[in-house]
């Protein structure tokens, strides 16, 4: 079972920061939490991942709390193509086959 | 670098017939997996590759669904025979097995439906 909680949906005006939260209180030390998007018709896009601290690259910013209990992915200045669904995924450990165990996602709409 | 490739990328056949995708890892990928994803859920793991061996297939319906990839590069999905629930679509992924924080890369999947 997915290790992730979120919000089945969340709103974002154009040209705004949308900030999509996620829940992973059971989290092991050793694993990492990995972000990706879905349009619609498309194989899943990777964005993000990180395991302690707080990464940035060219499509957004990953926000993990010290606790690792909980993260925030940031896409900084959102347009109408982000419009997709974003998924928090906990990474099963290495000696487990890091596998993705996919959750529900959350579905951003980016509107005008 | 390419990306995934995977064929058929539409397919419609009527229940109880057999179909058969295929995919190509990027290249140099040691980590092949199958997912299944019914409209509106995430994507569910089907079966995990290590070059050409399997190294979780806990999810997969072996009574119906078989998947190969004999010479560690390639791989095909099989579905014999098929039923209305398996109508979905199925998405390759792959990654290279040298560090564990290494990014898995999804294809754009093969969109079955079963009349």
């Known amino acids: 079972d997915a290790k992730t909680t979120q919000p089945p949906s969340m709103d974002c005006a154009e040209g705004r920061a949308a900030n999509l939260p996620c829940n992973h209180s059971t989290i092991s030390g050793n694993e990492y939490v990995y972000w990706y998007r879905q349009i619609h018709s498309q194989g899943p896009q990777y964005i993000i991942h990180g395991l302690k601290n707080n990464e940035t690259n060219e499509m957004a910013s990953l926000i993990i709390t010290e606790d690792r209990k909980s993260s925030t992915l940031i896409l900084p200045h959102a347009t109408l193509r982000d419009t997709a669904v974003y998924y928090c995924i906990v990474r099963v450990a290495r000696n487990q086959g890091g596998k993705l165990i996919f959750g529900q996602g959350t579905e951003l709409s980016v509107k005008p | 670098e390419a990306g995934v490739a995977q064929s058929p990328r539409y397919k419609i056949i009527e229940k109880r017939q057999s179909v058969a995708f295929w995919c190509n890892p990027i290249s140099g990928h040691a980590t092949l997996y199958w997912y299944q994803q019914i409209l509106g859920q995430g994507p569910k793991l089907l079966i995990q590759?290590?070059?050409?061996?399997?190294?979780?297939d806990s999810q997969l319906p072996k009574d119906r669904f078989s998947a190969e990839r004999l010479k560690g590069v390639d791989s095909t999905l099989k579905i014999q025979p098929a039923k209305l629930e398996d109508s979905a679509v199925y998405l390759c992924?792959?990654?290279?097995?040298?560090?564990?924080?290494?990014?898995?890369?999804f294809g754009e999947g093969s969109w079955l439906t079963v009349v």
């Open positions: 992924a792959s990654r290279p097995n040298s560090d564990y924080g290494n990014t898995i890369y």
């Open positions: 590759f290590q070059n050409n061996g399997v190294v979780d």
